[in-house]
């Protein structure tokens, strides 16, 4: 689905590599965690992936094409396959979590017939039907989360890509929202996490990519998070 | 990528422009006056233009040179008459003979001809061609050239008063272009900084629609609009105070100065209106393009 070749990114006015050499493959319907440290390059291959950046060097390959290569329509159309999760979960204070998920489709110019079909639909999936009138500030972190996730899968996309989802929740909610994912991605969704939460990826043992200092040091089919290289 | 917008899309863009507007009610409301204050320095300055020019289009029209000729055969005052009329921007040539100008100084002296008395056997005037131009502003030019003709021997017009009249409108056209110029650019400016904060207090919601897939356009058309509405309504507020006061001069200045020919106020303030309005919506719609060019990177 996604290939990475020798990719290299060096942020303006930095000295050293945020990432150094990546080559990688994310086949479709994978499962991926990126491990690391803080500053091991996790979030910049996620931005990369979402073609925030481009790389300072190498190539990256969506379905054989060349990211850097496509045009203002083919990004747009490129992105709207993809669903992002954040860590601080980025969303709107003034609007529900119905209008919140419903903004995904807005944005993209759904009807609002599709709209009311689609927003309850994944909002039932991430089991918060019950709570689609209620703010953010109503909610927990695990909750608020659960919103961005459904925000991030309204709009069925290939690929869901979330930096720390788990960063601000407490365990109880980090295991479910990992669940959560794991759910998603046996639905033919390809998932791309990058994380800090060790006792999550050993307990989900799926393929892991280990990164450090911009490299990648281990990839593993099913891996935990400590496993040495 | 600009697309098409749905009409319930720009439904979206209108009621998110709108809220914007109200959030920040205070920037709203200095934009609005920074503009409405551009555009009324610009109206008062075209008024003044149009009225200046009313002005010099009364006296452009009556504005003629004389020139007096020397003594010469009919036949060199028929090519000569021809000469004055192949001059560019000459309207029309007349020849005035001596004894022409002798009745039309009668009549000009009216109940004093009596002063006349004695030079009725021996007119003194000289025969001369009255040459009128199609433009005040070639009167001077048209002097030049025909004070160059062979039997032309004195050219003679109002060259003070002609003179004044255009430099003044010059003038008045000059600092009108250059103060609102400047203006202009203050009301883009506050307009880029109002668009500007609102851009700030909504980058979470734009960061967010970036990632969800919105296009540029999607990210830009509420901030147009918003700018698009502040510049419009600053030219309503400017239009309306013109109108009223333009309306309220010209009844009182009519009376003050009768000689001057004040342009009615209708349908110069319709005009007027719709060309600050248009203005209104450029200043409005670059201000804001400014501040979404530079600081939503989309």
């Known amino acids: ?229 | 990528m600009f697309t098409m917008v749905k009409p319930r899309t720009f439904g979206y863009f209108f009621q998110s422009a709108g809220s914007s507007l109200v959030r920040n009610s205070w920037m709203t409301l200095a934009s609005i006056g920074t503009v409405a204050v551009a555009l009324l320095v610009l109206g008062v300055f075209m008024l003044l233009a149009v009225n200046i020019g009313a002005m010099a289009a009364q006296v452009e029209a009556q504005v003629e040179l004389t020139a007096y000729l020397a003594d010469i055969s009919s036949q060199q005052r028929s090519q000569l008459e021809a000469e004055l009329k192949a001059i560019p921007g000459v309207a029309e040539v007349t020849f005035v003979s001596r004894e022409e100008a002798w009745q039309k100084l009668l009549e000009w002296y009216g109940d004093n001809r009596h002063f006349l008395a004695g030079w009725e056997d021996d007119n003194p005037l000289r025969e001369a061609f009255v040459v009128r131009a199609e433009s005040a502003f070639r009167v001077g030019e048209i002097a030049a050239a025909v004070a160059r003709l062979r039997g032309v021997e004195e050219v003679i017009y109002g060259r003070e008063i002609v003179e004044q009249l255009l430099s003044i409108t010059r003038a008045v056209r000059g600092v009108g272009i250059g103060l609102t110029a400047g203006l202009a650019l203050a009301a883009m400016f506050i307009i880029a900084n109002t668009i500007r904060i609102t851009v700030f207090a909504r980058r979470r919601e734009i960061s967010i629609m970036r990632y969800v897939g919105a296009t540029a356009w999607f990210v830009r058309w509420p901030f147009i609009i918003e700018g698009l509405v502040l510049g419009l309504i600053g030219a309503v507020v400017a239009s309306s105070v013109l109108a009223w006061g333009y309306y309220f001069a010209v009844r009182s200045l009519a009376a003050a100065i009768p000689f001057w020919p004040f342009v009615a106020p209708w349908p110069l303030l319709q005009s007027l209106a719709l060309a600050l309005l248009c203005l209104g919506a450029l200043i409005g719609v670059v201000g804001s393009g400014m501040s979404v060019r530079r600081y939503l990177d989309v």
């Open chain 1, 1 to 229: 689905m996604i290939s990475l070749n020798e990719v290299s990114k060096r942020y303006p006015g930095s000295r050293e590599l945020a990432l150094q050499s990546v080559t990688m493959t994310v086949g479709s319907g994978e499962f991926v965690f990126l491990v690391g440290q803080s500053g091991a390059g996790k979030s910049t291959l996620l931005r990369l992936l979402f073609r925030e950046y481009l790389p300072s060097s190498g190539v990256i390959t969506y379905r054989g094409r060349n990211l850097a290569r496509f045009s203002g329509g083919e990004l747009l159309r490129y992105r709207r396959k993809i669903g992002m999760v954040f860590q601080d979960f980025r969303l709107l204070k003034q609007k529900t979590v119905f209008e919140n998920v419903a903004f995904a489709l807005e944005v993209v110019g759904h009807s609002p017939q599709s709209i009311r079909k689609s927003v309850p639909a994944a909002l039932e999936e991430v089991g918060l039907l019950d709570r689609m009138l209620a703010f953010p500030a109503e909610l927990s972190g695990g909750e608020q989360q659960r919103v961005g996730i459904a925000r991030a899968m309204v709009r069925k996309p290939q690929l869901i890509l979330a930096d720390e989802p788990t960063g601000n929740v407490d365990p109880d909610n980090a295991l479910q929202l990992m669940e959560l994912f794991a759910a998603i991605n046996r639905a033919g969704t390809t998932i791309v996490i990058a994380t800090h939460a060790s006792d999550m990826v050993d307990r989900l043992r799926q393929r892991v990519v280990q990164l450090e200092r911009g490299r990648i040091i281990r990839d593993v089919k099913r891996g935990g998070y400590s496993n040495e290289p």
